[in-house]
C-alpha cells in the first residue's frame, strides 16, 4: 500500500502515546441543564483537542458512533498555529508559529499533517467497531488526507469520497476552474461499514401507483433475476392465462422466486399445475450451456384447464382487481411483470454526491449563524447544520454518541439537537474546541439552540437538552509520579481504565481503595496524596470484596511472595506499576 513521508512524521506516528493525561474539569456555571437538572450526557470541552482526546479515553475508547470532524484545511488563509509539543528541534521550532500560504512557508503541508496524525490516530481509538468518521476538506490536503487516512484505518475501511455542493452558484470573476464542492472522506472502523438509509423523497414515491385497487401502491418490475446457469431449477416456462402463449425468463436469467412460490403467485389467475414439457433445448440455450449439460426434471407451471376457462377465470380476476404478485401487463395480453410494493422497498440509499438542495451551502450556514448570534458573524466558516445533520441520518441511530473534535461554532451539537427534537431521539454530542472562542461562539450557540433564538416572525423554538462544560485539568503525573493535586476519583477511573478498559463507576462507598470488580477479579488502589500505602495484614483485613486475583495498588507492600500468590493476590506499585497511556 501507498504511504506519505514527510518532514517529521517519524515523531509523530507515535506521538500520541506519549501526550500528557489531564483530567477534565467542570466548569458547573458555564453549562445548560434541562428542567431536570440533567445535562443529557453531553460535553462540551475547552482545550487543545489532542489532550482531550487523551482524557476521554478512560470513559469512551471504542464507545463513539460517530465522528465528524471539520479540520483546517491548510488553505493558508486560516492563520491556524502548530503547538504540539513533539520532542523533536525540527518540529519544536514551528511551535506557535502562524501556518501560512506555502510560497512563505514551505513546511505549511508538513505541518498540517503532523498535527493531524496524532489526533486521527486517538479519534480511531475512541471510534466503536460499528462507528464511521467523517472528515470535511477540501483540495488543498485531500490527497494528503487519503493516504494518512489509509494508513491509520486501513485502505480496506474506506467508505466514500462524498462531495458536497457548497455552493448554490459560481462567481463569473473566478480564475481557473472554480470549486463548486468539497471532500467529505469517509471510514469505518471496521472494513464492511454500510450506511443508513435515507428518507424517500415525493418524485421517488410517484412512480408507485395503483391501478387494481391493490392494498397499497406499487411499481412494475422486473419478473426475472440474474444467474439462469447456477440457478437452471428457476428457468422453465410459464403458460400465459390469456393466450397460451410459452414464456420464459430473458437470456441469462431465472425466474425471481422458487418454482413454489411462483406456482402459488400464478393460482391467483386460474388454476395452474407442474408438467414436464421436454424443452431442454430452450432452457439450455437461456442458461448458456449445452442441452446435454442442462439441469433435467425441471417442469414448467402450465394451465391446469383449456386455455378457454383459463382466460375467462383470469378475466375475472383482471376486472375484479388486486391482482397477484405476478401479472400480465396491457390489459392481460403483455408480458409478465413483478409488482414492488412501496411499502417494502424502504429508504433510498444515500450516494457520493449531496447537493446543497438537500444539505445545505455555505451562504446557508452564515446565514443561520447571524440569525443565532442577533445578526453578528462571530465565526467566519461555519458549516450548514443540514450537512451535519446528513451525516448523522447516514450515521447515528436515534441514541448514537457524537464526536466533533474541531467543534467550530457548534454545528455539530446543533444537528444532534434538532434530529433529537424531530424525532425524540437520545443522540449525545462531546465538542472539543481548541480557541477561546470555545466558551462565547460553540457554548453559546448551543445554548441559545436549546433555549430558542430569533424575534418577531423569526422566532426559532428551542430543543431542549442540556451539556456540561468542562476545561482541561491537571495533568495526572507530575515529574514525580501521580500528582496529589488531582482528585483521588479521577486518579481511579484512569487506573481502573489501564487496567480493564471498561467503563468506571464509583465503589468507594464500600471501601475507599475499592474500585470494582471484572469478571472474578476485584481491584483496589491503596493511595493516599498525603502519606505511603503499604500493603500489609491490617490493608488485607478490611478490604470487603475479594476476587481470584485481588489486585491491589500500594506504594509498597510487605507481605511475602509466597503469601501473596496463597491469597491470589497481585501487588502493584505506586506509581511505577501505573501504566502509562
Not at 440455450?285 to 382466460?311: M, Q, W
Not at 488531582?486 to 475499592?514: A, G, L, N, S
Request: with cysteine; hydrophobic share 35%.
Amino acid at each position: 500500500m501507498p504511504t506519505l513521508d514527510w518532514m517529521g512524521k517519524d515523531k509523530v506516528v507515535n506521538h500520541h502515546r506519549y501526550v500528557p493525561f489531564r483530567v477534565l474539569e467542570r466548569i458547573t456555571e458555564k453549562g445548560t441543564l434541562d428542567k431536570e437538572g440533567s445535562d443529557h450526557g453531553n460535553m462540551i470541552i475547552h482545550g487543545d483537542n489532542l489532550e482531550a482526546l487523551k482524557s476521554l479515553l478512560p470513559q469512551f475508547e471504542g464507545r463513539v458512533d460517530v465522528i465528524y470532524i471539520d479540520p483546517p484545511y491548510n488553505t493558508g488563509n486560516e492563520g491556524w498555529v502548530y503547538n504540539d509539543n513533539v520532542n523533536d528541534p525540527r518540529i519544536r521550532k514551528w511551535l506557535g508559529e502562524v501556518v501560512g500560504k506555502e510560497g512563505e512557508d514551505f513546511s505549511r503541508h508538513d505541518k498540517w499533517l503532523c498535527m493531524m496524525y496524532p489526533r486521527l490516530q486517538l479519534l480511531r481509538r475512541l471510534l466503536s467497531d460499528k462507528g464511521a468518521i467523517f472528515i470535511s476538506i477540501d483540495d488543498n490536503e485531500f490527497a494528503n488526507l487519503k493516504l494518512v487516512c489509509d494508513e491509520i484505518f486501513g485502505s480496506s475501511c474506506f467508505v466514500a469520497d462524498i462531495s458536497w455542493q457548497r455552493n448554490y452558484s459560481t462567481r463569473n470573476d473566478s480564475k481557473g476552474i472554480p470549486a463548486e464542492v468539497e471532500h467529505i472522506l469517509v471510514y469505518g472502523k471496521l472494513s464492511g461499514w454500510q450506511p443508513k438509509k435515507l428518507p424517500r423523497t415525493v418524485k421517488m414515491d410517484a412512480k408507485y401507483k395503483n391501478p387494481d385497487n391493490d392494498v397499497m401502491p406499487w411499481t412494475s418490475d422486473n419478473p426475472c433475476a440474474p444467474g439462469a446457469a447456477t440457478h437452471q431449477g428457476m428457468v422453465y416456462a410459464i403458460q400465459h392465462p390469456f393466450t397460451g402463449e410459452l414464456l420464459y425468463p430473458s437470456q441469462g436469467a431465472c425466474w425471481r422466486y422458487e418454482q413454489g412460490q411462483m406456482l402459488e403467485y400464478l393460482r391467483g389467475w386460474c388454476e395452474y399445475e407442474l408438467k414436464d414439457i421436454d424443452d431442454a433445448e430452450q432452457r439450455a440455450r437461456i442458461c448458456g450451456v449445452s442441452t446435454a449439460d442442462v439441469r433435467t426434471g425441471v417442469p414448467s407451471i402450465v394451465l391446469s384447464n383449456s386455455l378457454v376457462e383459463s382466460k375467462k377465470a383470469a378475466e375475472a380476476v383482471y376486472k375484479r382487481g388486486q391482482w397477484p404478485r405476478f401479472y400480465f401487463t396491457k390489459g392481460g395480453k403483455g408480458g409478465i411483470r413483478r409488482k414492488t410494493y412501496l411499502e417494502n422497498v424502504g429508504g433510498r440509499l444515500p450516494t457520493n454526491f449531496w447537493s446543497y438542495e438537500e444539505c445545505g451551502h455555505t451562504d446557508e450556514a452564515k446565514k443561520e449563524i447571524k440569525a443565532i448570534f442577533d445578526g453578528a458573524t462571530p465565526f467566519d466558516t461555519p458549516k450548514p447544520t443540514r450537512l451535519v445533520e446528513r451525516v448523522l441520518q447516514v450515521a447515528a441511530s436515534d441514541d448514537a454518541l457524537v464526536l466533533d473534535s474541531f467543534a467550530g461554532s457548534g454545528t455539530t451539537a446543533h444537528a444532534v439537537l434538532n434530529l433529537n427534537k424531530r424525532d425524540g431521539g437520545n443522540r449525545r454530542f462531546i465538542l472539543v474546541e481548541t480557541m477561546d472562542y470555545a466558551d462565547n461562539i460553540t457554548a453559546e450557540r448551543v445554548r441559545r439552540v436549546i433555549a430558542g433564538y430569533g424575534t418577531g416572525a423569526k422566532v426559532v423554538e428551542g430543543t431542549n437538552g442540556g451539556f456540561s462544560y468542562f476545561e482541561l485539568g491537571l495533568n495526572l503525573f507530575n515529574g514525580k509520579g501521580l500528582n496529589p493535586a488531582v482528585p483521588i476519583k479521577e486518579t481511579m477511573r484512569y487506573v481502573w481504565y489501564t487496567e480493564t478498559k471498561c467503563v468506571y463507576m464509583d465503589r468507594t462507598d464500600e471501601h475507599p481503595y475499592f474500585m470494582g470488580k471484572v469478571g472474578e477479579t476485584a481491584y483496589y488502589l491503596a493511595y493516599d496524596p498525603a502519606s505511603e500505602t503499604t500493603l500489609g495484614y491490617d490493608l488485607l483485613s478490611g478490604l470487603p470484596v475479594r476476587g481470584k486475583p485481588t489486585v491491589i495498588y500500594a506504594d509498597r507492600c510487605v507481605l511475602p511472595q509466597e503469601t501473596l500468590d496463597a491469597l491470589s493476590i497481585r501487588f502493584k506499585q505506586i506509581p511505577r506499576q501505573i501504566a502509562r497511556m
